[in-house]
């Protein structure tokens, strides 16, 4: 995979390049896949799962979601002429080969008409299961946006106004998808009463915690939040009066019990589903960690469950990375730390950017002028909100670049166009589509 980190210090270079590279490699949805399912003569084991094959009249693989394209052959590679077709929504661009499982694309991170289209003719394949039948379920992050079906009231229109609001507010991922589920047909549970064939979900987790509810909105998985809950929410981030009014009368609806809550935890329904999460953010961090101490370098994992404001956390990581160079403390050079998890940006500017790369440029006024530290975020799927850039770097001379350029970080932080300062004076991360969806990884080097 080409990577194009554009930081002046090629020692800097050549260590995360070799870092990335590795993560990366422990989340390739293909080798989670091959570690996580057995097929011998009529056995199939997942996980510490066994099922037998003869049992079944038909398989078939669904799945959404940026990984599940290459999930999906993956699978076709293992079962052959066991599987009997499938529909699998991946993100335009990510669409791979495969010979039995059709493909189809859709829009990321808002839906759009394909992601409705996808999503209608998935439950119309589940409906013509029976309980004689198998599902293998592919699901990984992006799967909220790329299967689409607005709960019965609402249309597609108000579903895009009210994502981009979500996106743009600073709710979590947990909140979001909390929204997301009252707001649709099949999420939150609800696509599993679609089918009576029973259901194995492989999932490539890209959120903190690895909860099966939130990875895709639970599409599969039993629902514990409510629409008081997503309520609640529209009313922490300002946002009751600013979605749509079908979407505010629809959860009012549901707090008032006139609309049927999402599957909730212990309901009959999911005895026939099981889902195994085969990779994640931890997978990416212990790999990164093992290439780092064969670097030389002393790595220290802080956390995979990294949340909070970008700009915030940014500047706690800039903070940290000086502390190392000055103190040796938490970890003395030469040293990586490590995090893991998904940042939010609340977007009051005009500019463009992402989570990943306004972290590090908060992260840049602690470090100016501090020798050998570096700050990085990066998003393990290659994009950074609606930007080509994975990601960014900065070192303790960027913002001296910068105002050479007439760059006024301040203000380009205020405006949330983080992608443009990095475009300006150096410092982007770009991989393009890495076939994973595992979260973010954020980063301190010091040399």
Do not use: W
């Not at 999503?119 to 299961?129: D, H, P, T």
């Not at 029976?130 to 946006?145: C, E, F, K, P, Y």
């Amino acid at each position: 995979m080409p990577v194009r980190i554009y930081c002046p210090d090629k020692s800097a270079r050549r260590i995360f390049r070799h870092l990335l590279l590795a993560g990366l490699g422990a989340a390739d949805p293909e080798s989670a896949i091959q570690r996580a399912v057995r097929i011998r003569n009529n056995s199939l084991r997942v996980g510490t799962r066994e099922y037998d094959l003869a049992g079944f009249s038909r398989i078939v693989c669904i799945g959404a979601g940026k990984a599940s394209g290459a999930m999906a052959a993956a699978l076709e590679r293992q079962f052959g002429s066991r599987l009997d077709g499938g529909l699998v929504v991946v993100n335009e661009g990510h669409a791979g080969k495969t010979k039995r499982i059709p493909l189809l694309e859709a829009r990321h991170p808002v839906p759009d008409h394909r992601s409705e289209r996808a999503a209608r003719r998935m439950v119309r394949l589940l409906g013509s299961l029976t309980n004689r039948d198998l599902v293998l379920m592919v699901l990984s992050g992006g799967a909220s946006s790329l299967l689409a079906a607005p709960a019965a009231g609402l249309t597609l229109k108000e579903k895009q106004l009210t994502t981009r609001l979500l996106l743009r507010s600073g709710a979590t991922i947990q909140e979001i998808n909390t929204v997301r589920k009252h707001l649709s047909g099949i999420k939150g549970g609800r696509l599993a009463g679609a089918t009576t064939a029973t259901v194995i979900t492989l999932v490539l987790s890209d959120v903190p915690g690895d909860d099966p509810g939130t990875i895709g909105s639970g599409p599969m998985a039993a629902d514990p939040s409510t629409f008081a809950d997503a309520k609640r929410v529209l009313d922490t981030y300002g946002l009751r009066n600013r979605v749509p009014p079908a979407v505010r009368r629809h959860v009012d609806r549901g707090v008032q019990g006139r609309i049927p809550e999402t599957p909730k935890p212990g309901e009959a329904l999911f005895s026939r589903v099981r889902h195994h999460v085969i990779g994640n953010n931890h997978a990416v961090l212990e790999r990164m960690a093992k290439r780092a101490k064969a670097l030389g370098l002393r790595p220290l994992i802080l956390t995979t469950t990294l949340s909070g404001e970008a700009r915030d956390i940014g500047k706690l990581f800039g903070d940290l990375a000086k502390e190392m160079h000055v103190s040796g403390n938490p970890v003395k050079p030469p040293a990586c730390l490590l995090a893991g998890g998904e940042l939010a940006v609340t977007v009051k500017g005009k500019g463009m950017g992402g989570r990943a790369q306004e972290f590090a440029l908060a992260a840049a006024p602690s470090i100016e002028g501090v020798p050998r530290v570096f700050v990085v975020g990066v998003g393990t799927d290659g994009t950074d909100g609606p930007t080509p850039a994975a990601g960014a770097i900065v070192d303790g001379k960027i913002i001296s670049r910068a105002k050479e350029k007439g760059v006024n970080h301040e203000a380009t932080l205020r405006e949330n166009d983080s992608y443009r300062f990095f475009r300006l004076t150096g410092g982007h991360i770009v991989t393009g589509p890495t076939g994973t969806n595992v979260n973010d990884v954020y980063m301190i080097l010091a040399l």
